[in-house]
């Protein structure tokens, strides 16, 4: 693998400045993308550079335009991506191109992206390895309709969720029938801001589930380089 001189984050705030930090300290340039309401954030000016990126497009949009940003590390001899968390950081498109032009992607690969990038294929994946899950829609929803009958099976509460992204973005539970049109609605719109895709499925809500996280970080060469549990979260999800 070639050596990483210089890095791209298209992503903002925190999560970039967090980034830049790590890359300045290991002696990495680096370089930010912006949206032009974005012009005088505090994520562009720690970087070494800085470029607008998805011009005339819509704040959010402006980051998840997958094409630019392959410009902008085109036209600046970027060498690597490293997508933060949100926006772009599970899209098996972004990992694709980045291999298509020889540009390193910092995350999974493109294969493992395919695999668990949408909840759905984590589902499927979970399904074909056994694994116990709560009872859920087979893939997004194609309309309203599809989403009552499944409520009416299952039972409320359920769980509006975005098929792509996290961190509880496009994400709504529902405990009342009158409530499920309106939560779908706003599930599907803040979807399509947050993840450029506006698909949803539905399952249903555990309350008070016991939620257990692993992270693992590995190397191009298949070696574990971390491995922690996340704390016990009473918390639904």
């Known amino acids: 693998m070639k050596n990483i001189r210089k890095i791209l984050v298209?992503?903002?705030?925190?999560?970039?400045?967090?980034?830049?930090?790590?890359?300045?300290?290991?002696?990495?340039?680096?370089?930010?993308?912006?949206?032009?309401?974005?012009?005088?954030?505090?994520?562009?000016?720690?970087?070494?550079?800085?470029?607008?990126?998805?011009?005339?497009?819509?704040?959010?949009?402006?980051?998840?335009?997958?094409?630019?940003?392959?410009?902008?590390?085109?036209?600046?001899?970027?060498?690597?991506?490293?997508?933060?968390?949100?926006?772009?950081?599970?899209?098996?498109?972004?990992?694709?191109?980045?291999?298509?032009?020889?540009?390193?992607?910092?995350?999974?690969?493109?294969?493992h992206l395919q695999m668990f990038g949408d909840k759905v294929n984590a589902r499927i994946q979970a399904e074909r390895a056994d694994i116990p899950m709560i009872p859920g829609t087979n893939g997004a929803v194609k309309d309203f309709a599809e989403v009552k009958a499944f409520a009416e099976r299952v039972g409320l509460p359920v769980m509006i969720k975005a098929i792509n992204g996290g961190g509880g973005r496009g994400m709504r539970r529902v405990d009342r029938m009158e409530d499920l049109k309106e939560a779908y609605d706003e599930a599907r719109s803040e979807a399509k801001r947050a993840f450029g895709d506006e698909d949803v499925y539905v399952e249903k809500c555990i309350l008070n589930p016991k939620h257990i996280e692993v992270q693992i970080m590995g190397d191009e060469h298949g070696n574990v380089i971390h491995e922690a549990f996340c704390q016990v979260l009473f918390a639904i999800y």
């Open 10 to 111: 298209p992503n903002r705030g925190e999560i970039a400045i967090r980034i830049f930090r790590a890359c300045h300290e290991m002696g990495i340039r680096t370089v930010a993308v912006y949206s032009k309401e974005d012009v005088l954030s505090l994520h562009r000016s720690r970087a070494d550079e800085a470029y607008l990126v998805g011009k005339g497009k819509k704040p959010v949009d402006a980051y998840l335009d997958i094409e630019d940003i392959i410009r902008i590390c085109k036209e600046h001899d970027v060498d690597a991506i490293h997508p933060g968390y949100g926006f772009l950081s599970e899209n098996a498109q972004l990992a694709k191109r980045c291999e298509d032009e020889g540009i390193i992607f910092i995350g999974p690969k493109v294969e």
